[in-house]
């Protein structure tokens, strides 16, 4: 965490646009990038390694309804947007517009909402993703509430995760009465996807 909040510190020194060309497989997508204006203001390692997973494993997204949470920069609703017409790219605050201008960019068809975790329902999904978003212990009960609001039994949830033993002890535990993990992908020694399917009770 330490490491985490001083390359923030460093980043708001310095909140230069950048663009970068992701490449994954045959597709090239250009990705605006604002370091240091909010945390999901860049792409981290979890959205370009979950975007290179869900492209490779499209049979899992494909012709789904999709909501992405805390989707930062974009990249992941991009690349399911390739697979479905049904795609929420959803966060809060100044990353909307950095999101849209990357759908924008990439003539993509994922919709941008402004979502806050909670028990609010945007909707019933198929697939619900997300990429590095389980690290601030504070975010945990929410994200798990939202997580319910928005699934039903038989809803997917992929999660791209690094390893954090603080994030795995507190967050995961919350999960087990309603998910089950149904595969789990080992991406680098700090990196895994999990792939889960609810199974609990309809709220």
Same mark, same amino acid.
């Given at each position: @965490?330490?490491?985490?909040?001083? =390359?923030?510190?460093?980043?708001? @020194? ?7 060309? +992701?490449?994954? /497989? ?17 792409? &981290? ?6 975007? *290179?997973? $869900? ?6 997204? =494909? #012709?789904?309804? *999709?909501?992405?949470?805390?989707? #930062? ?11 479905? /017409?049904?795609? *929420? ?13 990357? *759908? ?6 994922? =919709?941008?909402?402004?979502? #806050? &975790? ?5 909707? +019933?999904? !198929?697939?619900?993703?997300?990429? /590095?978003?389980?690290?601030? /212990? ?8 939202? $997580? @319910? ?6 809803? +997917? ?5 690094? !390893?954090?033993?603080?994030? @795995? ?25 999990? +792939? ?8």
């Amino acid at each position: @965490m330490n490491e985490l909040l001083s =390359q923030l510190h460093k980043e708001r @020194m310095d909140r230069t646009e950048k663009f970068r060309n +992701i490449v994954i /497989d045959n597709h090239i997508f250009e990705i605006l990038e604002k370091p240091g204006a909010a945390v999901g203001s860049k792409l &981290w390692i979890g959205g370009e390694e979950l975007s *290179i997973f $869900l492209h490779r494993n499209p049979e899992l997204i =494909q #012709g789904k309804s *999709i909501l992405e949470l805390g989707a #930062g920069v974009g990249l992941v609703s991009i690349v399911c947007s390739l697979f479905s /017409d049904r795609v *929420i790219c959803s966060d809060k605050g100044e990353v909307l517009e950095i999101a849209r201008e990357n *759908i924008r960019r990439n003539r993509n068809s994922a =919709q941008v909402l402004e979502y #806050g &975790w909670s028990e609010n329902s945007v909707g +019933i999904f !198929d697939v619900i993703v997300g990429s /590095d978003i389980v690290y601030y /212990d504070h975010d945990f009960v929410p994200l798990y509430q939202a $997580l @319910m609001a928005n699934s039903r039994v038989g809803t +997917i949830f992929i999660l791209s995760y690094r !390893d954090r033993l603080y994030s @795995m002890l507190d967050f995961f535990p919350l999960l087990k009465n309603d998910f089950v993990v149904r595969e789990e992908r080992k991406i680098t020694n700090e990196s895994y996807v999990y +792939i889960y399917e609810r199974v609990g009770r309809e709220t």
